[in-house]
């Protein structure tokens, strides 16, 4: 769900992105579960720390963007919409990435 182009850059962002990231699951144990492939074949899945979802908390923070993906599950599909509307809140709250500047 997440970009994780992040994870070979150096950009300011890029850094920035990924400390939060470590930040959040340093100090446990993510369970991750397949969800769907494309057409292609990538696979598409749910990571989950503590009983959180990893992309969920990275995308309401700001972190994180939906990039739309065609699979083959409902379930996968209804978790895009559930981050699409993260995502929409996080850019109207200006957070993370969506910080507009001076503010």
């Excluded at 300011?12 to 990231?21: C, E, K, N, P, S």
């Excluded at 100090?27 to 503590?50: H, I, S, W």
């Excluded at 992309?55 to 065609?70: D, N």
Aim: neutral net charge.
């Amino acid at each position: 769900m997440l970009p994780l182009k992040c994870l070979d850059d150096e950009s300011r962002l890029a850094i920035v992105i990924r400390g939060h990231l470590k930040d959040m699951v340093s100090n446990g144990k993510a369970t991750c579960v397949l969800l769907a492939r494309d057409m292609a074949g990538r696979r598409y899945g749910q990571c989950m720390l503590e009983g959180q979802d990893i992309a969920a908390k990275m995308i309401e923070a700001g972190w994180g963007i939906v990039i739309p993906r065609s699979a083959d599950t409902a379930a996968f599909h209804q978790l895009l919409e559930a981050y699409d509307t993260l995502e929409r809140h996080a850019r109207a709250a200006g957070y993370g990435i969506w910080a507009r500047s001076g503010q």
